[in-house]
Structure formats: structure tokens, C-alpha cells
């Protein structure tokens, strides 16, 4: 039998006495409060995921590891690695490390990770990580004063921090360190074993037209373009009879990346954990989501739903609208381990 663990390691919150498994019987989790009060909360998102081999069912400790995968390394904080040194986890056999996207958000820890991993690993990735990606800070900032602009143009802007800047990813550095980047926009198989199949997904089309967005730049070609974020990824986790489906930041949007999984297996989607990019969603783009989610055709008539990172709180509450429709929707602290 195969035993998967989704360990939280970087998220915005840490809630030493959340009790969800206790609370609402959510047997598939768990939480270590001795653990969660020494961990530190970043505005960012990693994961540790390990599958197992169960080969002995009164004795998980005989369980063979077939993959241990990193999925996103945290922010610049590096809580990542203060969350994993406090619980003991090691990364020295890594099997492979994933960005969602190369954001700082999701990608903050990958040096240092690396250089922790003692054989080479492969880093999946797109190549939109090799722009230089520019995030505005002052709100009265218009699209026109950065959308065509050179690098030039916009330095007294970067200067007075009302636009911040993200390197590209520096491929020799993670060479160096044994990482071997592998750029794909296609669907990416990570594991194929009797019970689990495990796909990072490619590039995800862009449909509704509710999930566009037009506030985010790279430099491309000398000069500053709309940056659609085609990098955003999500792991797709099928097993026989359901899908779990983790996200990074979710800039594809929530109902375009639910068509991306639909089309790919008509398996329902039991739990989706990560991040679903509403913090600054309006209300009628929340619940024209929470409909969408209503229409699904859900496992055992339910969905499980762990919004965390950039989802926002309004989405969480405005989930509690649908709760008699079978989604269950909870925030959760760095340090959940979900097992499946």
C-alpha cells in the first residue's frame, strides 16, 4: 500500500493549538504542538512530501521511502529550514525539487536547501524564471508608468521602493551546488506506482476571464511586459479512486487550474491544499469561485479545502456559505502534516 506525507513547512501562519483533526475528525491530519511552537510563520509556502511503500501495515516504520520531493522552498526568511531542522527533517536524499513559480515567496530557500542535498537533484522549473520580475508597492502606481518602460526608465521607482525587483534564477550558482534545472512548460511525470500516479502540471490555459490580471512585469526583451505568471504550477496527486490537488501560488486562477485538472482525469478532487492568490479578490470573484467549486463532482460529496498562503481570509469566510453544500474549507499552521 502507498502512504503519502504533505508536511507544511512554510505558510503565513503558525497556531501551536489548532486542533482540527480533533475538532472537525479530519483523521487524514496532523500537528505536533511541541513542534508547531518552536516553528516560524513567513509569508510564503514549501512543502516536504515523502511517499511511502507500506510493506509492513502494523509497522510503519518498515515502510520504504520512494520519493522524497520538495515542493517550493518558503521565502527569503528561510523558515523552510527552521521548521525542518526543529522537527529533525533531513534533505541530503532529496529525490527532487519543484518551484510552482519563481517567485521569492516560493523560491527563497532553494540555495540553501541545496546546498544540504549531498547527490544531484533535479530542479523543475519554467523558464519564466529566468526574467527579472518587478512587484509594485505604492497603489497609486499605474500600469502605464512600468508597461513598456526600460530598466533605466524605472530605476528611480526601484530606488524609492515603490516597485521591488526579483533576480532571475542564477543557474550557475545551482549547478555549483549539484542542481540540475530542468525548465518544462509540459505536464511533468514524477511517479508512477500502483495506487499513486503524480504529475506536476504544465502550463495552464487562462479561460475565465475573471482570473486575468494585468498588474504583474518581468523584463522581457529589454523592456517591461505584462508578466502572466505562465510558470504557475500545481502537483497533481491521482490515486485510484480521488485527486488531491496542492498549489503554489495559484495565479492561473482556481477555476482555469480546476479545468487543467478536470481535463486531465475525471477523477474527483477530494482535498486542495495551497495557495489560491484571493487576499485581494472581491467578493463576487470569491463566490463566483465557491460556485464553480459547488458544480464540481466532488469526492464522497465533499471537498476538503486548506486555502492557506495568499488565499486570504474573506475567501475562508465566505466558504462558510457553502458548508451544507459539502465544501469544508479551514486554514491550517505550518507544521500540518497530511497523510493519505
Not at 33 to 53: C, D, R
Not at 112 to 118: G, V
Not at 276 to 298: P, T, V
Request: charged letters at 25%; proline letters at 3%.
Amino acid at each position: 500500500m502507498i502512504q503519502i506525507e504533505i508536511i507544511l513547512l512554510t505558510n503565513n501562519i503558525v497556531l501551536p493549538f489548532q486542533q482540527l483533526k480533533q475538532d472537525y475528525q479530519l483523521d487524514f491530519i496532523e500537528l505536533n504542538k511541541l513542534f508547531s511552537t518552536k516553528s516560524l510563520a513567513e509569508h510564503g509556502l514549501g512543502f516536504l512530501i515523502n511517499v511511502y511503500e507500506d510493506q509492513d501495515s502494523d509497522n510503519f516504520a518498515n515502510s520504504k521511502l520512494l520519493k522524497k520531493i520538495i515542493f517550493d522552498t518558503g521565502g527569503p526568511n528561510l523558515t523552510f529550514l527552521h521548521n525542518s531542522d526543529v522537527r529533525g527533517y533531513q534533505f541530503y536524499d532529496t529525490d527532487m525539487l519543484i518551484l510552482s513559480h519563481w517567485h521569492y515567496d516560493h523560491s527563497g530557500g532553494l540555495i540553501k536547501i541545496l546546498e544540504r542535498i549531498e547527490k544531484e537533484v533535479p530542479v523543475i522549473c519554467h523558464e519564466s524564471a529566468t526574467f527579472e520580475r518587478f512587484f509594485r508597492r505604492e497603489k497609486n502606481l499605474k500600469i502605464e508608468d512600468l508597461k513598456g518602460k526600460s530598466r533605466e526608465e524605472i530605476l528611480p521607482l526601484l530606488s524609492s521602493l515603490k516597485i521591488v525587483n526579483q533576480a532571475p534564477i542564477d543557474l550557475k550558482k545551482i549547478k555549483d551546488l549539484n542542481g540540475q534545472v530542468q525548465f518544462t512548460r509540459d505536464p511533468y511525470e514524477i511517479l508512477n506506482v500502483d495506487g499513486l500516479k503524480i504529475v506536476l502540471s504544465g502550463e495552464i490555459p487562462r479561460n475565465h476571464i475573471e482570473e486575468d490580471f494585468n498588474n504583474f512585469f518581468s523584463l522581457q526583451d529589454g523592456t517591461l511586459k505584462t508578466d502572466k505568471i505562465l510558470d504557475d504550477k500545481c502537483l497533481i496527486l491521482e490515486f485510484d479512486e480521488n485527486i488531491v490537488l496542492i498549489n503554489g501560488c495559484c495565479h492561473s486562477g482556481l477555476m482555469n487550474t480546476l479545468d487543467y485538472v478536470k481535463n486531465y482525469s475525471n477523477k474527483p478532487i477530494s482535498h486542495i491544499i495551497g495557495g489560491f492568490h484571493m487576499a485581494s479578490a472581491s467578493d463576487k470573484r470569491i463566490r463566483i469561485s465557491l460556485e464553480y467549486l459547488n458544480s464540481l463532482d466532488m469526492f464522497n460529496n465533499t471537498i476538503y479545502l486548506f486555502p492557506i498562503h495568499c488565499s486570504g481570509e474573506k475567501f475562508r469566510q465566505l466558504s462558510k456559505d457553502y458548508e451544507s453544500a459539502g465544501i469544508k474549507c479551514y486554514d491550517v499552521s505550518v507544521g500540518t502534516k497530511f497523510c493519505f
